[in-house]
């Protein structure tokens, strides 16, 4: 069992990833109705803004701190410029929209930084550390602390705060939460700075094991874009489940079946789960009033 | 007698892609000039799926993959005419569409847009995995269709751009007539109306299921179609023309020009197929240019750019 | 012998009957009002006999086939077609191809025909037209034929709706309240449309609010209050009945005063 429990471990650390990403789509659904695929861009530019704050002499935290808040303002600056303008738009437009975003996002960063593969030192080292039979680095109990902590914090925010409940608000019924005096706006700019933060989060904790450079970004999209529909968009339970689902269903494929398939292999489970369940995991069904 | 918009339309069309070689300065602008074809042909698939029925699909990249690699597999292992594997390509991808689609279009919006990516991603990945057969990610060769040898042989000598440009050039033509005469047709009308209210569409007796069907299998033909014509004016094929960025650049394109609307769709072919060329020139800032345009086109001219012109345009001529 | 008869319908919605237990029956050629307070479950039930809801329990016989399963294309297919109380119109087409759509049953030809034009195709296309115009004069749209539809008015709307399900030649008709938002004028106009539609052989089947033109047109009126039928019966004996006068007062006094004018 030692080959499964592997598998598991490093299936969970990406799944982590995923599931952070996944967060960062479901905050910004449920503010606005809109998927945001420069939601992989924030997780790259959470990695290369640490990496040339570190480099340039900066302690690790500070880099971090700078990486993830500097994240924010970009992800705000999106809402602002990109995002509110187009309100009302179709979704076809509104995909291209934030695929442009994160073509030109990709474009600045190689500019900006450059085009070379990077990495910093991980938080606690590299001594692997066993686990039943199986090692997992320190890194990736970083990264899965990571995410719960941000499930957790997010659950609070949701449940226990008022601006967490006029968030939940909006999501149900923006001109409701209008009417009772909800500052619409301020949530839109509220949940991209948070969306973006945590993206830059996944990028600071995953950078150390997975490295980064400025094209990573779309391929996270599409996973965790994938993984919160798996598990029903606009569901914080279902990105959580969706991230870690995918990240140890690829680990198995690669394991067992075909490393080359891992990738397939998420998205097989995804149409099967769509065409049994049209709404995802834990989505809510909708019906049309005529 | 008075000449119907869509005879305008195609006329315009077919006089721009025959006049415009008069202003090529090389023998570059007549590649140019066909994968504008390629693309517009694909991007008048996808109006009628888009524009017509309203609904995305982000993997049709991955009929155009089976459209080209059926040009580049069915000559060697079945020692078919790569212009009938062509044809090949585009039943099997229908069918394909058929099988997919079914299950893919009973989603809606986003749903719709990751089953369909779902889609995609699985035929490049087995396209650059079955490295055995397709070559892996380093592609492989396509054989020549002789067509051009049997035009010379009746006295029409091109050389290999001149006959690319007028060849696509002739099936984006007939594409195009396909999807105008469309439009106006009963079937055109069902697409239409289901786009604007499924509930209505239904009531007056439209199967929607079917209808999203057909048109699901008929934009995967024009995909297909087109790729198969890329790989054989390229005669080089690599699992990026099914890839997910093929896939987007075909929506963009789509709905940058007008999904509405095939002129208007070609337009946008033609825009992104040049852009990158003349961004090349700014090298480094290539990416940025090509998001920031994505992006301004998309906020500002959200019905795409011909339909906003040409609404700007009317309004100024009152 | 009865055209469409409904047989113990109904349908919950989260625990909440919604609808419960309807019956009714609905003869060729005559008209049949559903009426009740706001949230009687009118709509509901129309959704559920026009297939757009599956309904938990109960029959919808159309002409002693039994369609209560189908889905809304096969039941116009038999002939039922409807209006939406909340209009459900093809804005970015025109007046005319709005109409036009609705004659997509009777149109011929197949998807290679209308790839190709072929003239069977351009033929159908043709006759789909002559007829929409002629229904569209019918409902005094026939000057607006080639405008976008979104930019008619709310009552013009109501009216392109029935032109539409008139377009399938149905046997039976399902309006949604088609005098909703109308002027005096307009009511009028469309009263005098749908008699004529009775009088053509349509069966009709109406729900409706303006009490007066109810009472004026309904050969048979049904009454729904909470999800139940409390009452049927002819205009006369329905407007004395006790139970539908409490009903109405019970729950919304001005349109009781509707009634009783």
């Given amino acids: 069992m030692p080959e499964l429990m592997q598998f598991f471990l490093s299936g969970i650390t990406v799944g982590a990833v995923y599931a952070l990403v996944a967060l960062g789509f479901t905050i910004i659904y449920n503010a606005s109705d809109v998927v945001n695929f420069a939601q992989g861009e924030f997780v790259m530019l959470g990695g290369m803004i640490t990496v040339f704050a570190f480099e340039a002499g900066l302690p690790l935290p500070l880099a971090a701190l700078i990486a993830i808040l500097g994240t924010a303002v970009i992800g705000v600056a999106l809402n602002r410029l990109a995002i509110e303008p187009a309100r009302g738009a179709p979704v076809v437009s509104l995909i291209i929209i934030t695929i442009g975003a994160s073509i030109f996002i990709r474009g600045v960063t190689q500019i900006v930084f450059d085009k070379q593969i990077h990495r910093f030192p991980a938080f606690s080292g590299d001594a692997p550390i066993a686990v039943g039979g199986a090692t997992i680095l320190p890194q990736s109990l970083w990264v899965i602390a990571g995410a719960l902590a941000v499930f957790i914090g997010l659950w609070l925010f949701f449940t226990r705060t008022l601006v967490g409940r006029a968030v939940l608000a909006t999501a149900n019924n923006r001109i409701a939460a209008q009417l009772v005096g909800i500052n619409t706006k301020f949530i839109m700019t509220l949940s991209f700075a948070m969306s973006a933060a945590i993206g830059a989060l996944a990028g600071v904790l995953v950078t150390p094991i997975t490295l980064t450079s400025y094209d990573i970004g779309i391929s996270l999209a599409l996973k965790g874009f994938a993984a919160a529909m798996l598990g029903g968009m606009g569901n914080p339970k279902g990105a959580l489940v969706g991230g870690l689902l995918l990240g140890i269903l690829e680990a198995m494929t690669a394991g067992y079946i075909s490393s080359q398939y891992k990738d397939a292999a998420a998205f097989v489970v995804i149409l099967a789960v769509l065409f049994a369940m049209p709404q995802g995991l834990f989505g809510r069904k909708q019906t049309d009033r005529v | ?318 | ?261």
């Fill in chain 3, 1 to 261: 012998m009865s055209l469409l008869q409904i047989e113990g319908l109904g349908i919950d919605f989260g625990g909440l009957r919604a609808v419960n237990d309807v019956s009714f029956s609905l003869k060729a050629g005559e008209i049949v009002s559903v009426i009740g307070p706001n949230g009687a479950g009118k709509t509901t039930l129309f959704n559920m006999i026009s297939g757009v809801y599956l309904p938990g329990r109960g029959k919808v016989m159309l002409d002693g086939e039994d369609v209560t399963r189908l889905s809304p294309h096969l039941l116009a297919r038999r002939g039922l077609s409807r209006t939406f109380q909340n209009l459900q119109i093809f804005h970015a087409m025109t007046v005319l191809e709005n109409a036009v759509v609705g004659h997509h049953l009777h149109e011929r030809g197949n998807i290679l025909a209308d790839l190709l034009s072929l003239p069977a195709s351009r033929r159908s296309s043709r006759e789909s037209e002559e007829s929409a115009r002629r229904l569209l004069d019918r409902v005094g749209l026939g000057r607006a034929a080639e405008q976008e539809a979104g930019s008619l008015s709310y009552g013009a709307l109501k009216r392109l709706e029935i032109a539409r399900a008139l377009a399938l030649k149905p046997r039976v008709l399902l309006l949604d309240e088609p005098a909703a938002g109308c002027n005096a004028v307009e009511t009028e106009e469309i009263d005098h449309l749908i008699a004529q539609m009775a009088a053509e052989g349509i069966s009709i089947l109406l729900v409706e609010h303006d009490m007066k033109m109810v009472m004026r047109i309904s050969n048979h009126i049904v009454v729904l209050d909470h999800g139940e039928k409390i009452a049927e019966g002819e205009p006369a004996a329905i407007a004395r009945n006790p139970r539908v006068i409490e009903a109405y007062l019970g729950a919304q006094a001005t349109e009781a005063n509707h009634a009783d004018g």
């Fill in chain 2, 1 to 318: 007698m008075r000449l119907s918009s869509k005879t305008i339309t195609l006329l315009g069309l077919a006089v721009v892609i025959a006049i415009a070689p008069v202003f090529f300065p090389s023998s570059f602008y007549y590649r140019v000039g066909s994968l504008i074809f390629v693309n517009g042909l694909a991007v008048t698939g996808l109006v009628i799926l888009i524009g017509y029925a309203g609904q995305i699909s982000l993997g049709h990249a991955g009929f155009a993959g089976i459209g080209a690699y059926a040009c580049a597999l069915a000559p060697v292992h079945f020692g078919l005419h790569p212009a009938l594997a062509a044809v090949l390509g585009a039943v099997l991808s229908g069918i394909i569409a058929w099988l997919v689609g079914r299950p893919i279009l009973r989603l809606k919006g986003y749903y719709l847009a990751v089953a369909s990516l779902g889609f995609g991603v699985l035929v490049s990945m087995v396209l650059a995995n079955e490295a055995a057969i397709t070559g892996g990610p380093d592609g492989m060769a396509v054989e020549d269709p002789g067509l051009r040898g049997a035009l010379k042989a009746i006295g029409i000598d091109l050389s290999n751009t001149e006959f690319w440009y007028a060849f696509s050039g002739l099936i984006l033509v007939i594409g195009a007539w396909l999807a105008l005469n469309l439009y106006h047709s009963p079937t055109g009308r069902a697409l239409r109306a289901l786009h604007g209210s499924e509930v209505a569409a239904r009531a007056v007796g439209i199967d929607v299921a079917g209808y999203k069907l057909k048109a699901f299998v008929i934009s995967a033909v024009y995909a297909s179609v087109s790729g198969s014509l890329l790989a054989l004016q390229n005669k080089f094929i690599t699992p990026d023309v099914a890839g997910f960025m093929h896939s987007i650049e075909m929506v963009t394109m789509t709905v940058l020009g007008g999904a509405g609307s095939v002129i208007g769709a070609i337009l946008g072919a033609a825009i992104l197929t040049i852009l990158p060329q003349i961004l090349t020139v700014f090298q480094e800032y290539e990416q940025l240019l090509l998001g920031l345009v994505m992006m301004l086109v998309m906020i500002f001219m959200r019905d795409g750019l011909l339909p906003s012109i040409a609404r700007r345009l009317r309004r100024g001529g009152e």
